[in-house]
């Protein structure tokens, strides 16, 4: 049975989606090859940055076999290897309708 959880990515800064550094960028870039390769194994339903005018996100719905495999991910991010103050929230969801 798969369980279903919504991650959110709380940037270092309110203003990092507007004022990254070429590294910051170049940090960025790697982070969305790592969960396009995630996504490609059917593991991360969808992800991307949401634009809340309190202050922008990144959102991520994992599908996975058990809750350990979702740290497991998020640790591999290279946002979360960075040492800059990127933080992850998870949920758990408690029901996920998703396309057939």
């Known amino acids: 049975m798969s369980l279903y959880f919504f991650n959110k990515l ?13 590294g910051e960028r170049a940090l960025m870039e790697e982070h969305g090859e790592y969960w396009s390769r995630i996504a490609a194994e059917g593991r991360a339903i969808v992800f991307g940055p949401v634009a809340d005018p309190n202050g922008p996100f990144g959102m991520l719905v ?21 040492g800059l103050d990127f933080k992850f929230e998870t949920y758990p969801m408690l029901s996920a309708i998703t396309r057939a």
Do not use: Y
């Not at 709380?10 to 507007?18: A, E, G, N, T």
């Not at 994992?62 to 960075?82: T, W």
């Open 10 to 22: 709380i940037p270092p800064r309110p203003s990092f989606p507007f004022d990254m550094s070429d």
């Open 62 to 82: 994992l599908e996975v076999e058990k809750e350990e495999d979702v740290q497991r991910l998020i640790a591999g991010d290279p946002v979360n290897q960075s």
